[in-house]
Every structure is written in C-alpha cells, then in structure tokens.
C-alpha cells in the first residue's frame, strides 16, 4: 500500500489521545507496581513520596519472600485457584448444557424468555446483588435456611462458616453470569448452520452425541476464548468478597485480589501488596497472551 | 421399495400459507425432479418428505407406511444439502461413518462400508481430511457417500449443484444420472434450473406457488404443456404467447419451431421485423415484432435482413383457454387462424 | 393443529420442557423478587423465621428511610454525571483510536495495541493505588482533584475494551470504501465522521451501552477514589447501608437496592434484545 509519512503520522494522531490516556492510567500504574513490590514502608510513607517512589527504601526481594514464606499466601493462592476452577468449570459447563437446552426446536418462544430473564443479572448492579444474596444466605432469618428447615434439612452457615463461605461466593457470582455466558454460547451454536444438524438429524443421531461429536467441536473456539476470558474475569473478584465476607471467615474467601488491596490499604504493607500484584500480573498477562497469540493463529490461518 | 406418497399435504408458515394442498406420488426407483421459482415449495416439499418440515395438513407415505410424525432419522432416506452440510470438524471419513454409527453398525463392517464407498465416489485419498482442505467438489462427494453409504429407500437432493461452476455441474450431472441407473433407487430431486430438470428427470414435477402445475416426463412436458406457466417456463428462451390474436384463446409457439424459411404443410405465417439478432454460433436468436406482439425466434442460420417472415406448423402451436389451461387444436381455431394470417 | 403430527411422547416432552423452563426462571428471578418483597415489609416481620413469602403488611416508608439514611440524591445524581460523561467523552477518544488501529500502520501500533488490550484485562486493583494518590496530591483551582468526580471519569475516557471493539468492526470495513471516499477528495475527518461513524452506528450503540452500564454499577473503583459522601455514587451508599452493629435494617437496604438498580431494569425490560445484542457484540468475528 502507498502507505507515506503522510500516513504514519495521521495514524498516530488519531490514536494520540486515547493512548496517552493510558499511558497515564494503564503503563504508569503497572510500573509503579513492579517497582513498588522492590520497597519496603508504610502505605502514609509511600503517600509522601514522589510518583516513582524515590525514597522509599530499596527492599530487594523482601516482599516476595515475605509472601513466599507466609503460610497465609499459600492459603490465599490456594483459595484463589479454587475459586476459579469452580466458576469457570460452573460458567463454561453449565452455559454449555444450558445454551443447547435453549437451542432446541420445542418452546422456542419460551426459550427467548428464559434467556433474557436469565441474562438480566448481569447487567443488575453486583452490590445490590450481594445485598440479595447476604439476606438469602443469612443464616439465622434467611430463605435459603427457611428451604432446608422445612425439608427437614440441617440449617447450613454459608457465610459464615469456612468450608461454605467460598462455594456460596462462587455460586453467587455464577447466578449473576450464568445467563451472559449461556448467550454467548447460544449465539455460538446458531451460528452453526442449521442444515449441519439437519443432517445429524438424517443421520438417525441421538441429541447427545449431536451435542458431544457436532456442537461442541464447532464452537470449540468460542468455548476456548470464552474459558480464557471466563477465567481472567474470574480473577478479578473483589466487589463481592469486600461485601459479603471481608475475605473471611478465617481467610477462607480471601482470594489474591482482595489480598493485594488489604495489605495495601487495610495493613499498611503496600510493597507487599504489589509483590503480590505483579504475580497476578504475571498470571493474566500470561493468559491474555495465551488468548490474543491463539486469535492471531486462527486469524492467519483462515 | 422407495415409492413415495403425499396426501393432502397443506404448509404454513404462521399465516403464511406455502403449499394449500398438494397430492403427489412419486413411483419407486423413480428420478423425479420438482423444479419451479423461487418460493414455489419444491425446497419446503422435499424438506417434509425428509422429515425436516412437519406439515399442517396431510399424510406423506414412504412404501405405504405413515411416516408423517417419524423423526427423520428412522424414515430411511437420505439427502444431500445445497451447501453439502458436512460435518465441518470430523474428517471425511468421519462424516460418511456418522450415520453409521448411529445405526449401530458393527466397527468391522463400518470401515468396510467406508472404504467401499470412498471408492466408488473417489475420496480413497481424501480419507483422512478435513472438510476445510478440500475443494467444492470434492466436498459434495462426501456429502453423497454419507448419503449413499447408508443405503437409503430415497434419495433426496436439494439444489447439489448449484454451488459448482458451469463444467463441473455439467459432469455431475452425467454422474447422478449414471448413479441412479446403479442404484435403481427412488431419487428425488430439487432444482430451479429447468435445463437439469429437463436433463435428468424421468418425470418433471413444476411448481408455482405451492401447487403442481404438471407433472410428466420431460418430452411430454415440452411437447404439451398443460397450461402458459409451464409452457413458459420449460424452454430458452421461452415460448412466445400471443394472447391478442385470437378471441377467448391465447396461442403460443417455441421459439426454435419458427421457421424462417416456408414451410410444407399448413402453416401459420407472420411477417416480423428483428429489433436486435444474438448471435450465438450454433444459432441465431431474434427479438422481433409482430402484428400479434413481440415474438423471439430462434434459427440455426443468420439472416440479415430487417423483415423476415415466420412459419409455424399447425403441430407446432400450443392453444390455451381463457384459464390458461390448454386446448387441443381443432377445425374452428384452424379456421380463426387462417383468417388471421400473414 | 401441529400437535396431531408429535404424538402423544412429543406433548409429554413439551410439558416437561416448558415446567424445566419455568423452574429455571423462577430460580434466576427468585432473588429479585425477594428484593422487592422484602423491600416493602417491616423490619419485624422481615426477621420473622421462616420468612413470609408476600408482605402481611405493606410498608411504604422504607424507601424514604432509604433515602434519608445517606445523601441519596447527591449519590444518584453523581452516578448519572459520572456514568453520563464517561459513555460521551468516549466518543471523542475511543472512535478516532479504533479507526487509527485498524486502518493505518505504523511504528508501535502492535506496541500501544498490546497496552490497549491490557488496559481492559488487569483488575482495578492492581493500578488504583498511584492513582490515588496521585489524584490525593493534585490539584485543579485550589481543590484537590481526590475531592471531585475526576477519579471516576477520566481514568475511563479511554475504554481499552471499546477500542478493542470498534477496531474488529472497522477492520471489516472494505478498503474500497474507503479509496472511494479518498478519490472524491475527502478528508481524513470527514471520511471519519460521514461513513466509518454511521456505518458503525450499531457497534458503537454497542459499546457506548456496555460502557454506561458498566460504570454505572462500579463499585470498587469509586470506592478507592473517594474520601467523602459528596462525590460518592449511589452503589458506594447502598453498601454502606449495611451495617453489622444493631443488625441490618434488611427492607431499608433492599428498598436501597432497588432504587439503585431500577433504571437499569426499565432499561433492559424496554430494549432487552439490544442490550444482549450489544454484549455479545465482538465485532462479528
């Protein structure tokens, strides 16, 4: 292409502002945290500071093997893995047999309806949901209790109690993107072409395997980016644990984000809390390579 | 054995009503092909005999069994989609085995089954591919021997080639026809070209807006059509219509059955003058005009002069009441033509 | 009319299917309805066990004790200029860079893309720190910008995830279009703003929709960037609402909720189908 200087530079005139934007929101903070986590002080110490943190005292490693040695960061990391093995299995299992279930010929029109109210908590506000599901869950005046009791079931703690806390969280946050992941693979299956099926159909294949050897390996993509992005995503819970559980009950919820802002605003220990930020840097910035490489592959490839 | 029966058969769509009663019977190891415009209901037609359509209205028999509620997978029929349909994540050899497995076909017999049939249809080195890395060709190949490889009572075929270009529908076209004498089993066939259907078919069944307008083999077709849609349709260019020449009756002729030279026997004359002359090699085509209209003619020789005369034999032109339907000729419309004659 | 042709075993599976359905809905909108049920009981009876599943006595004042227990209406209006300003100055930032990244090439285009796509993958929490600080330390005619709305708009002005959007929609814009508009003379702004925007109508709709919705339920963000009520949005005060000394007022902290998510809801029962349309927008791979 006759692409001249002309260009380049109308190129980057456009993309000047939204860029320096970032720069400034995006690139800065990042970098601050990677120095960050090499200091050592106190959150009102770093305050005082200049923006490149200039006089806070050099650390080295301190911070990570602070967090390498403290048996909390294990717990932490531990509970941040399971959680988001649970809900992206959760969103990406249950959208799937849900999207194929909605897909069928029978109650088309029902099957709209279910889908967009399905989809409605995703765009409700996450504190009022929380709120919600706080009373829900309240374990003495709760519904959910209210269910159990009257089925002559042992009253549960959700909240409150270590091994229920994590899981209801989890189950929160699934009710809330069930139906967002469900349209995502919908729109996925439709965009299969329905003589595909019809000729699954002439085939005499029962619905399961149409599902295992013929949906499912169409929308693999969509299933791929979707896990990946479910994933980063599933990363990224706060607003629910601050809410909800504060990160406990005994840390059984506290999972590394809400780490990262603890140590740095509650406990004053804000290189910790940028050691810790740079690990999970690490860990989505890895994942979101995975994703944009896989993309750019397929996009070649095609 | 693939004898195919519709009763009654009614569609809608909503309020939308596609086909209001159709009755049709299409004989065992028969190639019938249902052609027509777009929207006739040839495509929804098919698609009810497969099962993939339910009607409103009307039983569809397959060998005297009710097979209206079956699902389509039990009816026994294949069919072969306009854009082939197959399976775009399993190789060719999956996509054949499929259907196989779903009938509970024993391993050992299955890949017997499918290299005999990659065989006949020349996939035996595409075996192993994806649906993605081969050509458009060979894509519908694999559509037919998933087809083929069950051994259906029917088959049926919706538009298979009109994704390919000119050549290679011309060949295909030889091979389905030589498939059928094979395989001797009914073939049920949907077009919107006339000429495949006038090249295939043992019997052509025309439609027009859900309802048959004739359905017989291709010479009786072209030589008496029932009624102008499908003395018009059947036919390039089509038969020209005169509908002012005579009272209460409208005429037609085919363009290819004007003379341009005088004729022996009685004729119909008419002096025409050529607007604009294709010439296409073989033959010659002229857009002309008449005191009855305008007319097309098409000739094996080149003419060059401005005014020409035409002449049709009697046998050659088709009568039509005021209903459209045809009329055989007879002394009184022989009379009104001489009268009316150049 | 159809079912004569479904048999018996095909009604049966219909009926199980629609109950399935049902259930299913009545699961995701149970707590819905326990918001707005419990919104309009008392204190009393909301605390009775087991609770009552419709109001014995239907009390109005909750939504006023709502409304007086935090500057609602400061709160609310700061929600909407937030959400409002964000989703317009967007318009002025995220279209010229999506059309930027997809139409030209130049020196450090993969380089800044790859900060676009970053910017929208990391949590909040991993950049609110400088930032707060630095909005603590700067400041604009004598007030201390930590004191005013900015934190909560400008870091949002460039929506990373929007750009990202926009540009997969341009990139299928077809060249010829383009030269089309370059041979009738027109410049690179006009060829901006009279085909590529119009054409894009829907895929920005697309986005400027997610973007409102998205800030107007933040939560954690507003709540690193403010230090007082004032400048607080409505999300920030239905979570203060709760709180565990004396026991939560549950009716007044549902009413609160449903007054903060009720535009939300009108808006999506009136234009459901274009707001799922919207979130599954990926500029049609």
Not at chain 3, 198 to 227: C, D, E, R
Not at chain 3, 240 to 260: F, R, S
Request: a positive charge; aromatic letters at 12%.
């Amino acid at each position: 292409m006759k692409k001249g200087l002309r260009f380049n530079l109308r190129g980057m005139e456009l993309i000047a502002p939204a860029v320096l934007v970032m720069l400034v929101f995006t690139v800065y903070p990042i970098i601050y945290l990677i120095i960050g986590s090499f200091r050592s002080g106190s959150l009102i110490a770093w305050s005082k500071a200049g923006g490149a943190l200039s006089q806070i005292q050099w650390a080295d490693f301190k911070n990570y093997e602070y967090l390498l040695a403290n048996a909390d960061f294990g717990k932490i990391v531990g509970n941040t893995v399971l959680y988001v093995v649970m809900l992206v299995a959760g969103r990406i299992g249950c959208s799937l047999l849900l999207a194929w279930w909605l897909n069928s010929k029978i109650n088309k029109r029902l099957s709209k309806t279910t889908q967009a109210i399905a989809f409605m908590p995703h765009v409700i506000s996450l504190v009022s949901v929380s709120m919600v599901f706080m009373w829900l869950y309240n374990k003495d005046t709760g519904f959910f209790n209210s269910i159990l009791t009257s089925l002559k079931l042992p009253a549960c703690e959700f909240l409150d109690s270590e091994g229920t806390a994590l899981i209801s969280i989890v189950f929160v946050m699934l009710w809330k993107s069930l139906g967002y992941y469900t349209l995502l693979m919908l729109a996925a299956m439709q965009s299969v072409p329905k003589e595909v099926y019809e000729a699954a159909e002439l085939d005499n294949a029962p619905a399961w395997r149409t599902f295992l050897r013929i949906t499912i390996p169409c929308i693999s993509p969509t299933i791929f980016f979707t896990t990946i992005t479910a994933t980063i995503n599933s990363f990224n819970v706060f607003d629910v644990i601050n809410l909800l559980t504060q990160g406990g009950p005994i840390n059984s919820t506290n999972t590394l984000v809400y780490y990262i802002y603890s140590m740095m605003f509650k406990f004053s220990k804000p290189g910790v809390g940028c050691a810790a930020g740079v690990i999970l840097l690490a860990i989505v910035g890895t994942l979101t390579i995975v994703y944009f490489r896989v993309m750019e592959r397929r996009v070649h490839y095609q | 054995m693939g004898e195919i029966k519709l009763i009654g058969i009614q569609k809608a769509f909503g309020k939308d009503v596609v086909i209001p009663d159709l009755n049709l019977t299409i004989e065992d190891g028969s190639f019938t092909v249902l052609v027509g415009p777009s929207g006739c209901g040839k495509s929804t037609t098919l698609r009810m005999v497969a099962g993939l359509e339910v009607p409103t209205a009307g039983q569809i028999l397959i060998d005297n069994e009710d097979v209206t509620s079956m699902p389509s997978g039990k009816r026994g029929i294949a069919m072969v989609f306009q854009n082939y349909a197959i399976y775009p994540t399993m190789t060719v050899s999956g996509n054949i085995e499929f259907g196989l497995i779903n009938n509970k076909v024993p391993k050992a017999e299955r890949k017997r089954l499918i290299s005999e049939i990659a065989d006949i249809v020349g996939l035996t080195p595409y075996l192993d591919r994806k649906p993605s890395a081969l050509s458009g060709g060979q894509r519908q190949r694999v559509a037919l021997a998933r087809a083929m490889v069950k051994k259906p009572k029917v088959f049926l075929l919706d538009e298979p080639l009109s994704n390919l270009d000119a050549k290679l529908r011309a060949a295909m076209r030889v091979e389905l026809k030589q498939l059928h004498q094979r395989l001797g089993t009914t073939f049920v066939y949907v077009t919107h070209d006339q000429v495949e259907a006038m090249s295939m078919a043992d019997n052509i069944v025309l439609m027009d807006k859900g309802i048959i307008q004739q359905s017989s083999n291709p010479a009786t077709i072209y030589h008496r059509p029932q009624n102008i849609f499908t003395a018009c349709f059947i036919g390039t260019p089509p038969m020209n219509i005169f509908e002012n020449g005579l009272e209460n009756v409208k005429f037609g002729a085919r363009p290819e059955k004007i003379s341009l030279e005088p004729i022996e026997g009685q004729a119909f004359r008419l002096k025409v003058d050529v607007s604009t002359k294709e010439m296409l090699g073989a033959e010659c085509i002229y857009y002309c005009n008449s005191k009855l209209g305008q007319i097309i003619i098409k000739s094996p020789d080149d003419y060059p002069q401005k005014e020409l005369m035409g002449y049709i034999a009697y046998k050659d032109l088709h009568f039509f009441d005021a209903d459209s339907n045809r009329i055989d000729i007879n002394d009184q419309l022989k009379a009104d033509l001489d009268r009316i004659c150049d | 009319m159809m079912k004569k042709h479904i048999g018996v075993k095909g009604t049966i599976l219909r009926i199980i299917d629609i109950i399935f359905k049902l259930f299913l809905i009545v699961c995701v909108a149970f707590p819905f309805y326990w918001m707005i049920i419990t919104a309009f009981k008392t204190n009393q009876e909301a605390l009775i066990f087991p609770p009552t599943m419709w109001p014995e006595n239907w009390n109005f004042s909750n939504f006023a004790e709502a409304l007086k227990s935090m500057p609602f209406f400061n709160m609310y209006k700061n929600t909407i200029i937030v959400a409002v300003t964000v989703t317009a100055a967007q318009f002025l930032f995220v279209v010229p860079a999506a059309y930027g990244f997809a139409k030209y090439r130049f020196k450090g285009s993969g380089f800044f893309f790859g900060i676009v796509l970053l910017s929208f993958m990391l949590p909040q929490q991993l950049t609110f720190l400088p930032i707060y600080l630095m909005f603590s330390k700067a400041k604009l005619l004598e007030v201390t910008l930590i004191n005013t709305l900015l934190p909560q708009i400008l870091p949002f002005i460039a929506n990373g995830f929007g750009i990202f959007l926009l540009r997969q929609y341009f990139l299928q814009v077809p060249e010829e279009i383009i030269e089309a508009a370059r041979l009738d003379n027109a410049s690179e702004t006009r060829i901006v703003l009279k085909i590529m925007v119009p054409m894009a109508k829907s895929a920005i709709s697309a986005v400027a929709m997610l973007q409102f919705i998205s800030v107007w339920n933040s939560y954690f963000w507003p709540l690193a960037m403010t230090n007082s009520d004032a400048v607080r949005p409505i999300s920030i005060g239905v979570a203060m609402l709760n709180t565990t000394e004396g026991g939560t007022n549950w009716p007044v902290l549902m009413a609160a909720c449903l007054m903060m998510i009720l535009p939300i809801v009108v808006a999506y029962i009136f234009f459901n189908k274009k707001i799922q349309s919207a979130f599954v927008y990926k500029g049609i791979k």
